[in-house]
């Protein structure tokens, strides 16, 4: 039998966080108009970033659901990341840099605004798609929402394309209210908080 718990992520987690965090993002246009980048190769671009210590998408920010079996082995179900808002230029930079030069649209990120000061922003959130609609996803936001608690924040905050209706369902059940919208890479975002 196997259980699901959520922990701290690490470093050897990379690859699968990466998996989970690209199945969040809108990247079928994206990938059209990169030239011979397919959906496999941007993700282990993600990966490089996930090893890493200090960007958006680092593990150091991310919690993971694994699914542990009775022998101890661990397989990851899906993974979230999220931070101080206040720290998301910050904490961009280094991911804007790199896409900014090795693709042809990188430099649109750069206009892209997520997250406040004062918001611990939930950027990105997947689960694995065989593992869906078991709780996964309920139990990292209970993960990150009471980190955010714990590090001081009042308010926790995410986007949410409109074209996701599900994901948005999901953020409303756990508490989260609309409070504007965004523009991310010309797709029409929710922007939902919910206080801590």
């Known amino acids: 039998m196997e259980t699901v718990i959520v922990r701290d992520a690490r470093r050897e987690d990379a690859a699968a966080i990466a ?19 397919t959906l496999e190769k941007f993700t282990d671009y993600i990966r490089k970033f996930v090893e890493a210590e200090d960007n958006l998408y ?17 397989r990851v179900a899906g993974a979230m990341n999220g931070y101080d808002g206040a720290r998301y230029r910050e904490l961009k930079q ?55 608690a714990e590090e001081g924040f009042k308010v926790a905050g995410l986007i949410v394309d409109e074209d996701k209706p599900k994901a948005e369902a999901l953020y409303r059940r756990l508490g989260f209210r609309t409070v504007g ?15 801590l």
């Open 19 to 37: 998996e989970m965090m690209v199945y969040a993002w809108p990247v079928q246009d994206f990938l059209k108009m990169q030239e011979g980048l």
């Open 58 to 74: 680092s593990y150091r920010y991310t919690k993971v659901a694994v699914l542990k079996s009775e022998d101890g082995t661990e």
């Open 94 to 148: 280094p991911v804007l840099d790199a896409m900014t030069r090795d693709f042809d649209t990188g430099g649109e990120f750069g206009n892209v605004t997520e997250t406040e000061e004062g918001e611990f922003y939930l950027d990105s959130a997947g689960v694995s798609p065989d593992m869906r609609s078991m709780g996964i996803g309920s139990k990292l936001f209970r993960a990150m929402l009471d980190r955010a």
């Open 181 to 195: 919208y965004r523009d991310f890479l010309g797709h029409k975002m929710i922007h939902m908080q919910i206080s």
